[in-house]
């Protein structure tokens, strides 16, 4: 044997050892726990079709068709089962308008199933079994230390009377994570969807790995893995053809000893319209984009804070950002409150019952409705201001 055929099987040695620890600190692990959910069809007394069915390893895959062992999700009116599939549901006389048309998103969600996993990592891929009319699925969350952070999103879409593990490109998360939340929107699907399992692929903090190895993966069973092909100097181009760099806005650093805000110029002409009408067009924009407003000028601020502008408040589309100082902050502007949706905000106790109770008595007299639909917030002492406090609900 030559010396450079040693030397390179040195380095082929040394490459295969870096490739064995690397794997071994990828962990593959199904659903441990159901944390929370929008609707379920099975009832609480059975485990038929319920979210209690995405614990562990597939049961059904990969067959195709309609399982009691899997998870289906429905809409509960008027204590009166509503299957959330197609738009019939939403079309209908009863059905429910949002109190703020212009919060929804391009892409809205209809539910909702949040899962835990034994031990967190850094999200490298989620799969998804999907064995009855699979495509409804539009998001994917991941719960950090702080805060929420999108992992994936996308357009529903209807593919086929077919089985299928749908593992969407993720975006790569610096935290480790070990709670999942998945969002659906059926409006595109001829039945109602079923969910069989959820896989999720990471990578393990260095510190945490035990000296056991263990290369057993699941996906092997189901599936052969394909890395994704990633062209050199592709992210760049994207971000090029995106024209970021012209629309990132560099921050004015202000004075330490400037305590008060400035005024700045006048925007145009707008300081010539009558408060009136900037009211007319601030009324069309979300909440998000008022709050953007009041930071522009005083001017803005006064027009922005307007009680006018705060008469139908819904914060379910902000449910992963919602804590409970943003309460605080709007209970000076909603004075003449008529309805307030709260639906999925509070998980995992972003928002205190004390503070919604405070927010019901300083802004909840003039309330004729009201939606707190899956709040873990919700105790004997919100109940009760609601009571005392919303004597006008309808």
């Known amino acids: 044997m030559q010396s450079s055929d040693i030397i390179s099987s040195l380095f082929w040695f ?3 050892s870096e490739e064995e620890d690397k794997d071994h600190l990828i962990l593959e692990q199904f659903v441990h726990n159901v944390e929370d959910f929008s609707s379920q069809y099975g009832s609480e007394i059975s485990v038929s079709y319920t979210a209690f069915n995405l614990r562990g390893p597939p049961s059904n895959f990969p067959d195709y068709g309609d399982y009691p062992q899997a998870f289906v999700m429905v809409k509960v009116i008027a204590t009166v089962l509503h299957r959330t599939y197609g738009t019939w549901w939403e079309e209908a006389p ?16 209809q539910d909702f199933v949040e899962v835990s996993f034994e031990k967190a990592v850094y999200p490298l891929e989620v799969s998804i079994f999907e064995t009855y009319n699979p495509g409804a699925l539009v998001r994917i969350w991941a719960l950090g230390p702080t805060a929420w952070m999108l992992l994936w999103e996308g357009e529903p879409e209807y593919v086929g009377d077919t089985p299928r593990i749908f593992s969407p490109p993720i975006r790569q998360l610096n935290v480790p994570t070990r709670i999942l939340r998945l969002e659906f929107n059926h409006k595109l699907l001829p039945y109602y969807t079923e969910l069989d399992a959820v896989l999720l692929r990471g990578r393990q903090p260095a510190n945490l790995v035990k000296h056991m190895r263990n290369n057993f993966s699941y996906s092997s069973l189901f599936y052969k893995k394909t890395q994704p092909v990633v062209e050199k100097g592709q992210l760049m ?20 000893n400037q305590k008060q805000i400035d005024t700045g110029p006048p925007l145009g002409d707008f300081h010539q319209l009558p408060d009136e009408t900037i009211l007319c067009v601030m009324k069309y924009l979300d909440i998000q984009s008022l709050c953007r407003c009041a930071q522009v000028n005083r001017h803005f601020n006064r027009l922005a804070s307007d009680c006018i502008l705060y008469r139908s408040i819904d914060l379910r589309p902000y449910w992963h950002c919602v804590q409970s100082q943003v309460l605080a902050t709007l209970s000076m502007r909603c004075k003449f409150l008529q ?18 109770v405070n927010f019901l008595k300083d802004s909840g007299a003039e309330l004729t409705h009201l939606r707190m639909n899956c709040c873990k917030f919700v105790d004997n002492s919100v ?5 005392d406090t919303s004597t006008s609900l309808q």
């Open 14 to 16: 040394k490459n295969e």
């Open 94 to 109: 009863s059905a429910q308008k949002d109190y703020m048309p212009q919060n929804a998103s391009s892409i809205t969600s």
């Open 237 to 256: 181009n994207r971000i090029i053809a995106s024209n970021l760099h012209e629309n990132i806005v560099p921050q004015i650093v202000a004075p330490r």
């Open 339 to 356: 309805k307030l949706d709260l639906s999925w905000c509070g998980s995992h106790r972003m928002i205190q019952p004390n503070y919604v």
């Open 383 to 387: 109940l009760r201001a609601i009571v």
